[in-house]
């Protein structure tokens, strides 16, 4: 028995889409197939999370380029499972190599100092419940406003899903909230399958639906 529930938008999202499917995943932590999309969605978070820890002026394209080798190397070498799957070294790192690019279409990381990366928000809604989450990269504005980003290794959400698209961003404003007793000033989706953004600034219903949902 579960003493501790302990949800995170992604475990949220597997109940909503078929309760069964959290059963599996989190009550009866059955194995699953390695997917692909989202092992590369790690090594390119993991990329750019050391790329925008580095001082502005070496933050660029070709640096992050250059690093990916090895952390592909390093990502190989932790999980055999997906260094078994991956058969073409370079024609992985060439669709690594492609959405680095396209991050970088979107924004230059040259242009602001992030404040928090990988940043895990915590919050204990009651003895039973824990709400909690791993935020890709926090801004906080010298005067204060506070922007939470996401990085998205897919395609933006066809017209009409963007509210599902954006309830994980309202999920992590509502951790900040309560932690912090400020709401983000905006939510960024970055897309880098299609280079697009979903923006929003949310309000304060829009958080308390998102912590009414979870």
């Given at each position: 028995?579960?003493?501790?529930?302990?949800?995170?938008?992604?475990?949220?999202?597997?109940?909503?889409?078929?309760?069964?499917?959290?059963?599996?995943?989190?009550?009866?932590?059955?194995?699953?197939?390695?997917?692909?999309?989202?092992?590369?969605?790690?090594?390119?978070?993991?990329?750019?999370?050391?790329?925008?820890?580095?001082?502005?002026?070496?933050?660029?394209?070709?640096?992050?380029?250059?690093?990916?080798?090895?952390?592909?190397?390093?990502?190989?070498?932790?999980?055999?499972?997906?260094?078994?799957?991956?058969?073409?070294?370079?024609?992985?790192?060439?669709?690594?190599?492609?959405?680095?690019?396209?991050?970088?279409?979107?924004?230059?990381?040259?242009?602001?100092?992030?404040?928090?990366?990988?940043?895990?928000?915590?919050?204990?809604?009651?003895?039973?419940?824990?709400?909690?989450?791993?935020?890709?990269?926090?801004?906080?504005?010298?005067?204060?406003?506070?922007?939470?980003?996401?990085?998205?290794?897919?395609?933006?959400?066809?017209?009409?899903y963007e509210d599902k698209a954006l309830?994980?961003?309202?999920?992590?404003?509502?951790?900040?909230?309560?932690?912090?007793?400020?709401?983000?000033?905006?939510?960024?989706?970055?897309?880098?399958?299609?280079?697009?953004?979903?923006?929003?600034?949310?309000?304060?219903?829009?958080?308390?639906?998102?912590?009414?949902?979870?």
């Amino acid at each position: 028995i579960m003493d501790v529930i302990r949800l995170s938008p992604s475990r949220i999202s597997d109940y909503q889409q078929c309760p069964q499917l959290y059963n599996y995943r989190v009550i009866q932590q059955l194995p699953e197939p390695k997917s692909l999309d989202a092992a590369r969605g790690t090594l390119v978070h993991t990329i750019l999370e050391e790329l925008l820890a580095q001082p502005a002026q070496l933050r660029t394209l070709e640096a992050a380029i250059e690093s990916a080798p090895q952390h592909w190397q390093n990502q190989k070498d932790g999980d055999p499972e997906i260094a078994l799957a991956v058969s073409d070294d370079k024609e992985w790192l060439d669709r690594v190599n492609a959405l680095l690019t396209s991050y970088f279409s979107i924004e230059n990381p040259q242009s602001f100092e992030p404040t928090h990366l990988e940043e895990h928000l915590e919050l204990d809604e009651e003895d039973s419940l824990l709400l909690h989450g791993y935020v890709d990269r926090i801004d906080v504005a010298p005067t204060g406003e506070v922007r939470i980003v996401d990085y998205k290794t897919g395609k933006s959400p066809k017209p009409g899903y963007e509210d599902k698209a954006l309830f994980q961003l309202r999920f992590y404003a509502l951790l900040w909230y309560r932690i912090h007793g400020e709401i983000p000033k905006l939510l960024q989706l970055l897309y880098l399958g299609d280079q697009k953004v979903l923006k929003s600034s949310p309000t304060e219903s829009e958080i308390l639906s998102a912590e009414k949902k979870a």
